[in-house]
């Protein structure tokens, strides 16, 4: 009997990047299966994808199906032990938080001991780069930066205060007393809200542990209290784990500052030696490029019969490499398998996140080094002989570990086997804002301050602003519900803050230009785009730098004249891809910091409709934020402008936005 031919993804659907189309073609002429493909084959489960699957006990799974119709009266649905499927939801839910919060605030963690090393002078790969940002962090973090010395105060020692600093902040994730340092840098209002709820966190691990022994079976069955523990994890995670990442990696590797680059599967070269970086911790990809750029790296590829070393990034680390280096994006989450099915991928250094085990399989078909350099991110094939290995990093070594992962490229560039096919496709960008970036580009006349921006909110030039961020999820098309809600954003002159993957499908797409304002934004956002020659959408960083964006709403509300709090602020937060626990953990901080926050794709409290209604309506009156979800990407945009446009209407800005352009006639009849 002849065999059944496999299903395979329809490349056009499951794509809407013409790059991305053409090597999902070309992956299955060559016969390999990429994540495309399964998600065509395999079908995800609704009754977990709606969060009501409970298997915290050998007695489950438990499987609580909502009831077509939906629940009319009172809803009986209980697992084995009578969990309830509010319990088994918001259950669910703060795992997924505990999930996200451990993943950005472990990275953290790493960075911090990092940073330790360099500030004690133990390695020579890594040096405080920007001082005053250090000086800036440090009294944030209790540490003195100057001394009293003959009656007068000057700065100390700045090596001590490093020490301090990397003490202290390492202090944050286990301490045990008090309460985390960072939420104190939220708008005075927002403490207060937090203190109230009892949800300020105490230490960045205590609050991830407390929710494994919460939700471990016939412990915490209220979903309102469950979700007090989430909370605290969350915050702990945003104002905590991921702002110190940001922080530390700031002061260690340089803060961002704008720069020109590009984006796309296209930045890869045929006649070059490509490397390409992918997952979260740019620890050790800050010492690959450093090195790749070295003559002596460059002179052995060009030995090798290469025109040089072209790196390129993947995923998180890319944003962090993007950001301080200028080194091109290659792709989102959804491409990494591309990237190496164009067949000139000479290395793929993974580090934490993201990172698909399949990459391993695809590797095998080609040449490609693909190299696990994390203890605690390694792979089954990792252990054998063939293209998957194990380097592992330290930043004692860490110079000795990029130059090995470097010439290993090179000596691989000569081992390509199968045609190379790279697509042509490719965009310029302008990536690396920041909070202090922001400030110097819309500070106008009165530069390094963010009242201009503000200025351009009340006159309804900008008529709120949107962090757009998060991942790609297979089970929709690749990029496009990013694209159309940001499109329809800037539309409506709603400027975009962009991290994660969003930021680099907008980077494919070329909305992170100064030149996409004139074609994509309303009148009064593309005016001051054009003015201080920004993109209308401005590329932040990784998923830990959604600091970045808390902090920017931050400084939004003390420049003053939006209200108090950032709930006050015509703001909104969206991840219209999102597929992983650490958006979840950002949602949820992002909703108790005071942002009303839509995601699409599926929502894992679909099937706990009274504890759904809990975080989408009634967490309104306890934190200013709450969840919604909408799948059509228009849709989702203009519920975000409903609420921009409810906020404004609250501050008594609404009437600003009705800017009418008179003529020579109406002029006159004024005057
Ligand atoms: Fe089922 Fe309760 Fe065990 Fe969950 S904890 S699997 S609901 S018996
Ligand atoms: S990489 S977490 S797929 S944004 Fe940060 Fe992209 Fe989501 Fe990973």
């Known amino acids: 009997m002849a065999e059944k031919a496999k299903k395979m993804a329809d490349p056009v659907e499951a794509t809407y990047d013409v790059a991305s189309q053409k090597m999902i073609k070309r992956a299955q002429e060559l016969g390999i299966e990429t994540v495309f493909d399964r998600a065509v084959t395999m079908k995800a489960c609704n009754i977990g994808a709606g969060g009501t699957c409970c298997k915290n006990c050998s007695m489950g799974p438990c499987r609580l199906p909502l009831p077509k119709g939906g629940i009319e009266g009172k809803d009986e649905r209980m697992g084995l032990c009578g969990a309830t499927a509010n319990t088994i939801a918001a259950r669910n839910f703060i795992r997924m938080i505990a999930g996200g919060a451990a993943a950005h605030s472990d990275h953290g963690r790493c960075v911090a001991e990092v940073f330790m090393s360099a500030a004690k002078k133990e390695t020579e790969a890594y040096k405080i780069k920007d001082t005053k940002k250090l000086l800036a962090v440090a009294p944030l973090l209790g540490i003195a930066t100057t001394e009293e010395v003959e009656g007068e105060q000057v700065q100390r020692n700045i090596d001590d205060i490093a020490v301090e600093t990397a003490e202290a902040a390492l202090n944050e994730w286990g301490k045990a007393e008090g309460e985390l340092l960072y939420p104190k840098r939220a708008p005075e209002a927002l403490y207060e809200t937090w203190k109230k709820n009892g949800v300020l966190p105490r230490n960045i691990d205590r609050e991830i542990v407390e929710i494994m022994h919460r939700t471990h079976m016939g412990v915490d069955q209220n979903y309102q209290n469950l979700m007090k523990q989430g909370t605290r994890a969350a915050i702990a995670d ?18 961002p500052y704008p720069l020109a680059s590009e984006a796309n599967l296209g930045v890869m070269k045929q006649d070059m030696v490509n490397i390409v970086i992918h997952g979260h911790e740019p620890v050790l990809s800050e010492v690959i490029v450093a090195v790749a ?15 040089g070393i072209q790196l390129s990034g993947i995923c998180c680390t890319a944003n962090e490499i993007l950001q301080r280096h200028g080194v091109p994006l290659c792709g989102t989450f959804l491409q990494q398998e591309l990237a190496i099915i164009t067949g000139a991928c000479d290395a793929m250094v993974v580090d934490v996140q993201c990172i698909f085990q399949n990459l391993a399989n695809v590797a095998n078909c080609f040449h490609t080094k ?11 094939q990792d252990l054998e002989e063939g293209n998957v290995l194990h380097i592992e990093f330290d930043e004692h070594h860490a110079l000795r570990d990029a130059k090995k992962i470097v010439k290993m490229a090179i000596d691989n560039f000569t081992n390509r086997r199968v045609e190379v096919m790279i697509p042509e496709e490719k965009s310029p960008i302008v990536a690396g804002f920041g909070v202090e970036s922001i400030e110097y580009h819309l500070g106008g006349t009165f530069r390094g301050s963010y009242f201009t921006l503000n200025d351009n909110i009340i006159n309804g030039r900008i008529r709120g602003i949107a ?3 998060g991942c790609n999820n297979a089970r929709t098309r690749h990029n496009e519900a990013h694209l159309i809600v940001v499109k329809e954003l800037i539309k409506n002159d709603v400027l975009v803050l962009t991290t994660g993957c969003n930021a680099i499908a907008c980077a494919m797409d070329g909305l992170l230009t100064p030149e996409s304002a004139a074609v994509y934004c309303g009148a009064g956002l593309a005016e001051v785009c054009e003015t201080v020659g920004i993109p209308p959408v401005l590329h932040l960083g990784s998923c830990v730098d959604n600091s970045r964006i808390l902090l920017a709403a931050t400084e939004v509300v003390k420049a003053g004249g939006l209200g108090n709090d950032i709930r006050d602020l015509p703001v909104a937060g969206s991840a ?8 979840i953990s950002i949602g949820q901080y992002f909703v108790v910091s005071g942002v009303y926050t839509v995601f699409g794709v599926t929502m894992p409290t679909s099937g706990a409709p009274v504890f759904q209604d809990y975080i989408f309506n009634e967490y309104e009156k306890m934190y200013g934020g709450m969840w919604d979800f909408e799948v059509d990407p228009i849709k989702h945009a203009h519920k975000m402008i409903a609420h921009i446009d409810k906020k ?5 800005i609404d009437k600003a936005r009705e800017r009418v352009l008179m003529d020579m006639e109406a002029r006159m009849a004024i005057e």
């Open 293 to 307: 750029q070295t003559q002596e790296m460059i002179d052995y590829a060009k030995e090798k019969g290469a025109n």
């Open 238 to 255: 945003g104002w905590g784990g991921s702002m110190l990442a940001t922080d530390l990696q700031d002061i260690l590797f340089g803060t």
């Open 648 to 652: 404004r209407k609250a501050l008594g």
């Open 576 to 583: 219209p891809e999102w597929m992983s626990e650490k958006a």
């Open 370 to 380: 693909l190299v696990t350099t994390h203890p605690i991110a390694r792979m089954e």
């Open 467 to 469: 962090g757009v961020v």
